[in-house]
């Protein structure tokens, strides 16, 4: 079950910025860093941010990721086709000793 | 080149037990934590467990406690999760993915494994 509440979908026409918040709790958001990923339909997930803002080699600084309190946010500008896919944020719950997901959210482009 | 490589799909009647293994490669297994996520069908990602290749002990979600165990072997570089009593809500795809700390972001991903539970 997800403790991390995402919107269920995004959109926005090419070129377009966008934003994908997810709301957590202290013992989540509140206290440990953040991470968020993208899926393609019938893939694995792939890391796209850690540590709340950086970004692994590879990723383009189109993507970028932001934290206040219990509440975390995705940024995507410059939309492009191939940014469609499911996107997770996740961090470490303290109070479940895990990590814990967000509910995703689906990006279309317009 | 990093890689996780786990096992092939698995069909269960409910109330069996299925196995399946994740093999790494391309990293010093015993410096990361392997991960279980599992996603149902159309659904989203719930964690699962935590080991340290390491040290060997996992850390479990509280819902898995009673049904999952996760065990390595540091001679094949592989870490197995073992589901028991499964049942239809089971179905999934599950997959093993690394972190450097517990903390941390999972920054490669196995292919997953289907396993599916059927009468």
């Known amino acids: 079950q997800s403790v991390l509440t995402q919107p269920p979908s995004a959109s926005g026409t090419p070129g377009q910025r966008i934003n994908i918040s997810c709301s957590g709790r202290p013992s989540n958001i509140g206290t440990y860093t953040v991470h968020w990923y993208h899926q393609v339909p019938g893939t694995a997930p792939k890391l796209l941010i850690f540590?709340?803002?950086k970004r692994p080699s590879g990723v383009p600084d189109r993507f970028s990721g932001s934290k206040s309190g219990t509440a975390a946010s995705l940024a995507i500008s410059g939309l492009q086709s191939e940014d469609e896919a499911e996107y997770f944020c996740a961090a470490w719950d303290g109070s479940v000793n895990g990590h814990v997901f967000g509910t995703g959210t689906k990006v279309t482009v317009l | 080149q990093v890689q996780l490589l786990q096992s092939g799909p698995e069909v269960r009647k409910p109330g069996a037990s299925v196995k399946i293994s994740c093999k790494a490669s391309g990293y010093s297994f015993q410096n990361y934590y392997i991960h279980w996520v599992r996603q149902a069908p159309g659904q989203g990602l719930e964690w699962m467990a935590i080991v340290n290749p390491g040290v060997g002990s996992p850390t479990l979600a509280q819902i898995f406690q009673d049904r999952v165990t996760v065990t390595r072997d540091t001679s094949t570089s592989t870490v197995f999760m073992e589901l028991i009593s499964v049942k239809s809500a089971d179905t999934a795809v599950y997959f093993c993915a690394r972190s450097h700390g517990s903390l941390d972001g999972l920054d490669f991903w196995g292919q997953g494994t289907m396993i599916t539970v059927s009468p």
């Open positions: 540590s709340d803002n």
